[in-house]
C-alpha cells in the first residue's frame, strides 16, 4: 500500500534550535508538496518541487525555513532557529502531475511544538 | 490568485440526517476541484474530484457536482453516520491552457463535521 511517510511525528524542541523534518514520497510521484497547518490559518502551502525542482516557495519564511529535495526519495523541511509561532503540524504531500487531474497523497504530519 | 471559500462552521447532525457543505471558489484558470477529508490524528484523504464542468464525483455516499456558472462544488450526503463525524476541505488545482495541471493545491478553511447518535 503505497504512502507518504513523514518522520518524526511528534517534535518537541525549544525555541532556537534547528528542525528537520523529513518525507518520502510515494515511489513514481514527482511532485511533492510542504503545507502547514493551523488553527488560526487552516493549510498553507510553504512550498512545493517538480522533479526535485522548487516551483514555489513563496509562502515559507525565507529568514528561517529552507526546503530541499536532495533526491527523488527524500524531501527535508528545515526551521532554523525555530519559534514558539512555528509551532503547527506540517503535512508533506506528493502527486504526479499530468493532464486535467492532480491529486495529492498526504502523509500523517509531523507535529511541531516549539517551547 | 485563486481561493476557496467554505461554508462556516462547524456543522452538527443527527445521524441519517442530509449533508450539505457548501464551496465556492475562483480561479483565472480552469481548476479542478477536491473534497478532502482530515480523521482525527490523521493527514487528509482524498474523497472526490472533478476535472470539467458538470463532472459529478462520488465515493462512500458523498457526492459534489462542478458547476462552472456558479463556481461552486458543493458537497452532499443523503444520510450521514457517525462515522463521517471528521474536517472536510474543498480544495482546487490550478491548470494552464491546454490542460497541463501544475497540482498545485488551494485548499478552503475546512468545515468541521459532528455527527451524533
Known amino acids: 500500500d503505497a504512502r507518504v511517510t513523514q518522520t518524526p511525528r511528534h517534535k518537541v524542541t525549544e525555541m532556537g534550535q534547528e528542525v528537520t523534518m523529513r518525507c518520502q514520497p510515494i515511489?513514481?510521484?514527482?511532485?511533492v508538496f510542504w503545507y502547514r497547518q493551523t488553527m488560526m490559518q487552516g493549510l498553507e502551502l510553504l512550498a512545493y518541487?517538480?522533479?526535485?525542482?522548487?516551483?514555489?516557495d513563496s509562502g515559507m519564511p525565507k529568514d528561517r525555513f529552507s526546503a530541499e529535495m536532495p533526491d527523488a526519495t527524500l524531501a527535508t523541511l528545515k526551521i532554523q532557529p525555530s519559534e514558539p509561532r512555528d509551532s503547527a503540524v506540517y503535512f508533506c504531500?506528493?502527486?504526479?502531475?499530468?493532464?486535467?487531474?492532480?491529486?495529492?497523497?498526504f502523509g500523517q504530519g509531523t507535529r511541531l511544538t516549539v517551547v | 490568485g485563486d481561493s476557496v471559500t467554505q461554508m462556516e462552521g462547524p456543522v452538527t447532525l443527527s445521524e441519517e440526517a442530509f449533508l450539505t457543505i457548501n464551496c465556492t471558489y475562483t480561479?483565472?484558470?480552469?481548476?479542478?476541484l477536491f473534497w478532502y477529508v482530515q480523521y482525527p490524528g490523521e493527514g487528509l484523504q482524498l474523497l472526490l474530484k472533478?476535472?470539467?464542468?458538470?463532472d459529478k464525483g462520488s465515493n462512500k455516499g458523498f457526492e459534489a457536482t462542478y458547476r462552472k456558472e456558479t463556481t461552486s462544488f458543493h458537497l452532499e450526503k443523503g444520510s450521514v453516520q457517525v462515522s463521517d463525524s471528521a474536517v472536510y476541505f474543498c480544495?482546487?488545482?490550478?491548470?494552464?491552457?491546454?490542460?497541463?495541471?501544475?497540482?498545485?493545491?488551494?485548499f478552503g478553511q475546512g468545515t468541521i463535521l459532528t455527527v451524533h447518535p
Open positions: 472533478a476535472t470539467k464542468a458538470d
Open positions: 504531500a506528493s502527486g504526479s502531475t499530468g493532464a486535467w487531474a492532480a491529486e495529492a497523497f
Open positions: 515511489l513514481g510521484h514527482n511532485t
Open positions: 480561479a483565472t484558470g480552469y481548476p479542478s
Open positions: 480544495a482546487l488545482s490550478d491548470r494552464i491552457a491546454g490542460g497541463t495541471s501544475y497540482g498545485k493545491l488551494t
Open positions: 518541487f517538480r522533479n526535485r525542482a522548487p516551483l514555489d
